[in-house]
């Protein structure tokens, strides 16, 4: 873990664009695509978007926590 991912609650902007996927934590990985930071590529099909009929989660889809159409599952 780096000190970075320890003092601050969330990654930023910055941080999500320019950091590999494969260098972030699983942790910051999922804060950033969950802000719409990076995009998500899955086999869950879900409701989302106004949209009636499932999909793939695919693309740059945000989080409902921030502001987004994909629903929270936890």
Do not use: W
């Not at 999500?16 to 972030?24: D, G």
């Not at 099909?45 to 926590?65: F, L």
Request: hydrophobic share 20%; aromatic share 8%; proline share 5%.
């Amino acid at each position: 873990m780096r000190i970075h991912e320890i003092t601050e609650a969330k990654p930023d902007k910055n941080y999500c664009k320019n950091t590999p996927a494969h260098k972030m934590s699983a942790s910051f990985l999922s804060s950033c695509k969950s802000q719409g930071y990076k995009a998500r590529d899955s086999k869950v099909s879900a409701t989302y978007g106004g949209s009636k009929k499932r999909r793939p989660i695919k693309g740059h889809v945000k989080g409902k926590k921030y502001g987004g159409a994909l629903p929270d599952y936890s």
